[in-house]
Nanobody, 121 residues
Framework: QVQLVESGGGLVQAGGSLRLSCVVS????????MGWYRQAPGNQRELVAT???????NYQDSVKGRFTISRDNTKNTVFLQMNSLKPEDTAVYYC???????????????WGQGTQVTVSS
């Protein structure tokens, strides 16, 4: 009933840029925090960046100054602008959102299917 669909991944050379998008659809009463996580082969999933509904932002130290997270609350969409990409940024990137489906429901985490980002050296 709730879907998160990511787009914008791909193959890019080191130093290049990509912009990821994630659209949330379905039965939604409210969305609290939205964010991006990534998982490289053999590694655990890690936080990249999060943004609250009020616009408070948190970044992983390794992406500060290179990545920018933003959201469009009118379109239930979160973005991740990634600049100065490095080979170590290669991973599957997942969108996540805290969603309440109706006024009396709890806020639960939902995840997208992921989009591959590959940075060649």
């Amino acid at each position: 009933q709730v879907q998160l669909v990511e787009s914008g991944g791909g193959l890019v050379q080191a130093g290049g840029s990509l912009r990821l998008s994630c659209v949330v659809s379905g039965r939604i009463f409210s969305i609290s925090s939205m964010g991006w996580y990534r998982q490289a082969p053999g590694n655990q999933r890690e936080l990249v960046a999060t943004i609250t509904s009020a616009g408070k932002i948190n970044y992983q130290d390794s992406v500060k100054g290179r990545f920018t997270i933003s959201r469009d609350n009118t379109k239930n969409t979160v973005f991740l602008q990634m600049n100065s990409l490095k080979p170590e940024d290669t991973a599957v990137y997942y969108c996540s959102a805290g969603i309440r489906q109706h006024v009396s429901a709890a806020t639960l985490p939902y995840w997208g299917q992921g989009t591959q980002v590959t940075v060649s050296s």
